[in-house]
């Protein structure tokens, strides 16, 4: 194994480990019954950049029943991936990850295969935990 494939074994086993990192600290917020749906995904907006190839340049975006969670500094960018929260087969709102700058081609424009996966796996959570807190309010 040459010195440049190491080097390509640990940035990949390094981003891995962020991503990782960003499910659980949204899992502990969303695992929370005592915090408000405002408060978690502000702050679920506020975990998301680390998980990301570039997390200085990262910004995140809830969208969620007529409002919206994101970050201070934040403005749309062409360099977007996207994912629908959905609850009972609707979609009742959206999750979107930035670049504030254009970065090298990925696998979907600046972003990474395992991103794309990350997001689904982090609306389905918030999908749920929608659900959950409906389920709650009607009892």
């Known amino acids: 194994m040459t010195d440049t494939d190491v080097d390509k074994l640990l940035t990949s086993l390094q ?5 990782l990192n960003c ?6 917020i969303l695992a929370r019954l005592d915090l408000p749906l405002d408060e978690a995904f502000q702050q679920v907006v ?8 570039y997390p200085d340049i990262c910004r995140a975006m809830i969208e969620y029943d007529d409002r919206v969670f994101t970050q201070e500094e934040f403005r749309a960018t062409p360099w977007v991936l996207s994912s629908d929260i959905v609850v009972q087969g609707s979609v009742v709102g959206g999750l979107s990850v930035w670049y504030t700058e ?11 295969n395992e991103e ?4 689904r796996t ?15 309010e009607t009892r």
């Not at 981003?15 to 991503?19: D, N, Q, S, V």
């Not at 506020?46 to 190839?53: D, F, K, S, T, Y």
């Not at 794309?116 to 997001?119: F, G, S, V």
Request: no cysteine; aromatic share 10%.
């Open 102 to 112: 254009e970065r090298p081609r990925e696998d979907i424009g600046p972003f990474l």
């Open 116 to 119: 794309e996966r990350l997001i």
């Open 23 to 28: 499910l659980y600290e949204v899992e502990q």
């Open 15 to 19: 981003e891995r480990a962020k991503e």
């Open 122 to 136: 982090i609306t389905d959570r918030l999908g749920q935990s929608i659900l959950f807190h409906r389920m709650y």
């Open 46 to 53: 506020e975990v998301i950049p680390p998980g990301w190839q």
